[in-house]
């Protein structure tokens, strides 16, 4: 392991763009189905509700929390709609799981996903077994990343130590807590390689190609 991660025992990974690449399009089918509901739900034209859900997400982290905030939506009925989507352009990635494997100490995954979403996600990959732990929207309160608070419930519910944790993410902001509370932080996938924040340790187009470099040092 490359020395400025040596002394890391627990990893943490956020989930979607981030355990698959960004070229799955897991998410660009997510985003349609959340476009459409946002249309459903107030009523709006398109482009003015991608208007109010730039707002929801800029304010408060998600859509579905802007929607619980301000429209009294379920959380579940949002969420089983909007990721009811195909996975048939994400394969098993037997290199990118074996290289998580050989990470030594804890993984856990911690996404602004529900439950049902990470489960399905990871059976799919084939990748629940190399995880110790799932914190999940429900776990937070529906409160999404990246809110403090949230962080600091999944670091009481998993006992973990920002000091000696990394944090994989695909999202710039929702790395900036993570920083703070002293965790290393890598920012993987396309906004990687044009990503200047000073709370970004390191940066790289891949979860697969930053490990495949990092274990060979």
């Known amino acids: 392991m490359h020395p400025a991660l040596a002394h890391v025992d627990t990893w943490i990974f956020d989930l979607d763009q981030t355990l698959y690449p960004h070229e799955a399009n897991i998410m660009s089918q ?6 459409a509901f946002m249309v459903r739900q107030t009523g709006l034209a398109p482009a003015e509700a991608a208007i109010l859900r730039d707002q929801y ?21 949002f969420l089983n709609e909007v990721h009811d989507v195909s996975l048939d352009t994400l394969a098993p990635d037997p290199d990118l799981n074996g290289l998580i494997h050989a990470l030594p100490g804890r993984k856990l995954v911690f996404t602004n ?10 059976d799919h990959m084939q990748m629940a077994d190399l995880f110790h732990g799932i914190f ?11 809110a403090l608070q949230t962080f600091e419930k999944m670091m009481a519910v998993h006992a973990v130590h920002p000091g000696t944790s990394a944090f ?10 993570a920083h703070h509370l002293g965790m290393k932080t890598v920012l993987v ?5 044009v990503n200047t924040d000073p709370h970004v340790d390191f940066r790289s187009p891949s979860l697969k190609a930053f490990l495949s470099d990092f274990q060979a040092n």
């Open 30 to 35: 997510v985003e349609e189905k959340m476009a």
């Open 57 to 77: 997400l800029h304010e408060h982290g998600t859509t579905l929390a802007g929607l619980v905030a301000y429209h009294n939506i379920d959380p579940y009925v």
């Open 113 to 122: 996903g529900d439950e049902r979403h990470a489960i399905r996600l990871l």
């Open 136 to 146: 999940h929207l429900e776990h937070a309160d529906w409160i999404p990343k990246p």
């Open 168 to 177: 994989f993410e695909d999202s710039p902001k929702n790395l900036k807590p």
């Open 189 to 193: 996938g396309p906004k990687a390689t």
